[in-house]
């Protein structure tokens, strides 16, 4: 079945670097889009969305791109903080209504 | 404070042994979700809800039931669990379907 994908498991930058997060999906018909952060112990927290009739958006120190034509979606973070270290996960809403998540990518900020 | 609460936090259980995880919002949203979270393989959609009397499966509802009887609570029940059924749960709830979801704490659940 088509599922949502991460292109790097981990991801290791300088403090003060800008960090980018893939992530790959294969259900074209998929309209809605979010990236999430996961700390250690708790639950998924929302970072920023984008709907499918956007390739951009930008929140604070983060930016989501969406290239619908090579079905990639990005996470970019500016200045990279220690407090940034986490899982961060992209997810899909399909046209099925479903919401399916990557797998995760492990981002570590290194003092 | 805008939440989502989960019970219990931590439950050991032996196979067979019916159980239920309770999740409550205290947001007044029409959509709640739960999801399993495996090592590997992120978090996995089991059953969701778009409103009251209104739930559908997700990717991995084999299992489990839940039931929406009230707009706020949106409980997890497992009939007979099974080892395989030991996982980290996630409830979560949002506005509607294209809007960002709120997760609460999980609930780890270990069945022998």
């Known amino acids: 079945g088509e599922s949502v994908g991460l292109h790097l498991p981990t991801l290791s930058v300088q403090e003060g670097d800008n960090s980018i997060i893939n992530c790959a999906y294969s259900?074209?018909?998929?309209?809605?889009f979010i990236w999430y952060k996961q700390e250690s112990g708790k639950g998924p927290q929302f970072i920023i969305d984008?709907?499918?009739?956007?390739d951009k958006r930008q929140g604070q120190r983060v930016t989501v791109l969406l290239n619908k034509t090579v079905k990639h979606l990005s996470l970019q973070i500016a200045a990279t903080q220690p407090g940034d270290s986490a899982v961060y996960f992209c997810?899909?809403?399909?046209?099925?209504?479903?919401?399916?998540f990557g797998a995760g990518t492990r981002l570590t900020v290194k003092p | 404070e805008a939440q989502v609460t989960q019970n219990p936090r931590y439950l050991i259980t032996v196979t067979g042994k019916k159980l239920t995880v309770t999740c409550s919002q205290n947001?007044?949203?029409?959509?709640m979700s739960w999801y399993r979270q495996d090592p590997g393989l992120g978090l996995r959609q089991i059953y969701y809800?778009?409103?009251?009397?209104?739930?559908d499966k997700g990717d991995v509802p084999e299992g489990y039931k839940v039931s929406r009887k009230e707009k706020r609570n949106f409980p997890l029940i497992l009939e007979s669990p099974s080892p395989n059924q030991t996982s980290l749960y996630f409830c979560?709830?949002?506005?509607?379907?294209?809007?960002?979801?709120?997760f609460g704490p999980g609930t780890r659940l270990t069945v022998t």
């Open positions: 809800s778009m409103n009251v009397e209104v739930t």
């Open positions: 947001m007044n949203h029409e959509y």
């Open positions: 984008i709907r499918s009739n956007m």
């Open positions: 979560a709830s949002s506005h509607g379907l294209n809007y960002e979801q709120y």
């Open positions: 259900n074209s018909a998929s309209d809605y």
């Open positions: 997810a899909e809403k399909t046209n099925n209504n479903d919401m399916r």
